[in-house]
């Protein structure tokens, strides 16, 4: 195995201190060897760093003030040393063969960028796994092109199935640090297309990863709450995507439009929101402008309509 990468997991936690032994363990417990487990608590007050002092000198452990997800990760990325990294929240948890599985497809492509792989929700309490249908192709992906016209497929692979080599991950981090929200809520489509625009990838048909269902991240589970803050992340997406990478504006604009939609279909925009998504739509040329509002409106529509 001396030939083959060395691969960094890269633990984000915030307040899930209950869980975050599940998620350090798997990643301590994978059958590939050369691996290192950076674990970031972005200012937790619970118990969080009691279970990370636990592990010792086993993990990487880096402590900050809190800053939200994006912000977790950029410094957690600044101090690994992996060929490929895995990114893991800390209520999640690996299979043990996970990584291995991910440095085979990616030493056997070495033209990939990324690697996703399938992610099986269940439930915290009763231990039900939730149905996980495939709705996309697998195998190697070149989505490049389709992104870039503002039309990037469907990759329903949450957080904790993004894999990615490291000069991939140089070029999308550091993330946003606006793009956050300490409610379950994950900056993983920011990275996911940005990806796809960059690089062809890999769609795994293996299910690796477990994507826990509980309390604190139930909305996914619940329609109009989760409308509400995915409208919130994507408004924030949105104008990230337009600042940072022209070649994904079309892109940005329909996320943008998309967010702005959801906001006016659950109550309108809060205060927080108001003057940088002015300020973003004044900035848009006149067809940008009305094209954004004019898919808002639709949106909105088609919110209210429950679709």
Known sequence: MNDQPRVSILINNYNYGRFLGDAIDSALSQTYPDIEVVVVDDGSTDNSRQVIASYGARILALLKENGGQASAFN?????????????????????????????????????????????????????ERYPCPIAHELGKWDARAVTAAGKPPLVPTALSGLSFRRKTLERIFPMP????????????????????ALDEGWMADDELTMMRVHGSNAFTRR????????????????????????????????????????????GGLESGHKQRVQSFVRNLTLPQRSEVLIRASIWSTLGRLGY
């Open 75 to 127: 410094a957690g990325f600044a101090v690994t040393t992996g060929d490929i990294i895995c990114l893991l929240d800390s209520d999640d948890y690996f299979n043990p063969e996970k990584v291995q599985r991910v440095v085979e497809i990616m030493t056997g492509n070495p033209s990939l960028g990324w690697c996703f792989d399938i992610v099986r929700e269940f439930d915290h309490d009763t231990g």
């Open 177 to 196: 640090e606006p793009i956050r929200l300490n409610t379950g809520c994950s900056s993983d489509a920011y990275i996911k297309w940005v990806a796809l």
């Open 223 to 266: 329609p109009v709450e989760k409308k509400r803050l995915s409208g919130q992340l994507e408004l924030i997406t949105g104008i990230w995507l337009y600042d940072r990478w022209p070649l994904l504006q079309r892109l940005a604009l329909k996320v943008f439009s998309r967010g702005l939609g959801a906001h006016w279909a659950t």
